[in-house]
């Protein structure tokens, strides 16, 4: 019964899946009891909502603070300690969205990505190498985690000394945005999130004078006509490109690997035949999007899948629910390997507002689960059902832990 259904229950936040078919098959968009969001839930629909900046706006108050009675005292915390955060990108709307996209379309170029190739393929050894196969070993801690923040980080320009807490900042910055947060942990996070905005915008302002070649400093420095960012602009950017680059990569990696530990037949398969590894990693942005959807508000009265959506209420363009829509995917539930248009899922968005780190992204997964599947054999739980911990969250979805166990490659085999 979908009008039982809310998508403001922590159980099904923690694995929404059922959830969406169940009120999809009644309703393409549904209109949560509780919160009074519509969720859509459909592929075409979803898809053409992402493409309709028209009616649907992306500034929805809904990223940058938790909108409610704290709104004000979370945004006098930014002031006093650093900046307040400004929309931009994934929550602004053209022509300022123009303006920013093409700052740093500058900057977040193909060829910067392939210029980390060697890079990439010396950390993912390096991380796999200090694995400690002689015993259980916690997946999520020990390689998901330590991997993305380390090639974000490096861009940014990061010290090395910084980078601990640099990943505490990104963690911070997703549970930010959590409903299920009360008033003293929102808070909290705030205070961390605006020490976050204060160390950026001090490496911003040094990147200024002296330009040392990262990410960071070409944002601070890009122009397009004239026109550059301004410091809480980029320090927005920034804390996007963190959430974006860090937190969803991260995600990825462990719905991976228990991907191959359920089906293990997917680790023979995928370290004799390395060419389907970019398949599996699309399979696996598809069935557990990291980042299951995003908010947009309407703009003017308007009508969706047949449902009437007032002026100004919040629309929530649910990239979990239409990468799994059966109308779109043959059997939506199944990682297939070789499932026809493989990249059509909706996971990095669509329209104006696609990711602009996708390239990165899938080219870190791609090297990731090339060097594990070929180092690693018998991947296997460690603690039976215990093994995995999920934590609730509107927007984020993926592991927190994955305990596991693993025996290396014979060399005869690797060779």
């Known amino acids: 019964m979908s009008a039982e259904i809310t998508f403001t229950d922590p159980e099904v936040q923690v694995c929404p899946f ?17 919160s009074g969001v519509f969720y859509v839930l459909d592929y075409k629909l979803t898809r053409a909502a992402a493409m309709d900046v028209e009616r649907l706006s992306n500034q929805t108050g ?3 603070v938790s909108p409610g009675p704290l709104a004000e005292q979370i945004m ?36 910067r990505v392939k210029q980390m190739e060697d890079y990439l393929n010396e950390i993912v050894d390096r991380i796999i190498d200090r694995l400690d196969l002689e015993h259980e070993f916690e997946f999520m801690r020990d390689f998901a985690i330590g991997l993305p923040v380390a090639v974000i980080a490096d861009q940014l ?29 929102h808070i909290e996070l705030a205070n961390t999130v ?38 809480a602009e980029v320090v927005s950017i920034v804390r996007q490109m963190l959430n974006a680059g860090n937190e969803t990569t991260t995600s990825v990696l462990g719905s991976g690997m228990l991907h191959l530990i359920e089906e293990p037949y997917l680790q023979d ?6 060419e389907l590894i970019p398949n599996f990693v699309e399979e696996v942005l598809r069935l557990e999007s990291p980042l299951q959807g995003m908010f947009r508000r309407a703009k003017v009265d308007m009508e969706l899948g047949g449902v009437a959506i007032p002026k100004d209420s919040l ?24 499932r026809d248009h493989v990249r059509s899922h909706l996971t990095f968005g669509a329209g104006i507002h696609f990711c602009i780190g996708n390239q990165l992204a899938r080219r870190e997964l791609c090297i990731a689960f090339e060097k594990l599947t070929k180092a690693l054999c018998n991947m296997r739980l460690a603690r039976g ?29 690797m060779a």
């Open 385 to 413: 059902e215990a093994s995995t911990v999920r934590k609730p969250h509107v927007f984020a979805y993926g592991l927190v832990e994955l305990h596991m166990r693993a025996d290396r490659v014979p060399a005869v085999q």
């Open 18 to 34: 059922s959830a969406y078919h169940q009120a999809r098959a009644e309703q393409p968009v549904y209109r949560d009891p509780v």
């Open 269 to 274: 398969e995928l370290r004799e035949h390395p």
């Open 62 to 64: 809904q990223l940058l």
């Open 194 to 231: 605006a020490d976050f905005h204060k160390y950026i915008l001090d490496r911003a302002q040094m990147c200024l004078t002296e330009p040392d070649g990262s990410l960071l400093s070409d944002l601070v420095h890009s122009e397009v006509d004239g026109q550059r960012l301004g410091m």
């Open 315 to 338: 629309v929530f363009l649910r990239w979990g629910a239409a990468n799994r829509d059966p109308a779109m995917f043959a059997n939506p539930d199944k990682l297939d390997l070789h």
């Open 76 to 111: 006098s915390i930014y002031r006093t300690k650093a900046i307040v955060p400004v929309d931009v990108l994934v929550a602004g709307d053209p022509p300022v969205h123009t303006l920013h996209r093409a700052l740093v379309d500058k900057t977040f170029t193909i060829s």
């Open 157 to 185: 320009g990061i010290p090395l000394e910084d980078r601990p807490q640099f990943k505490l900042w990104s963690i911070a910055c997703v549970e930010a945005v959590s409903q299920n947060n009360d008033a003293a942990k």
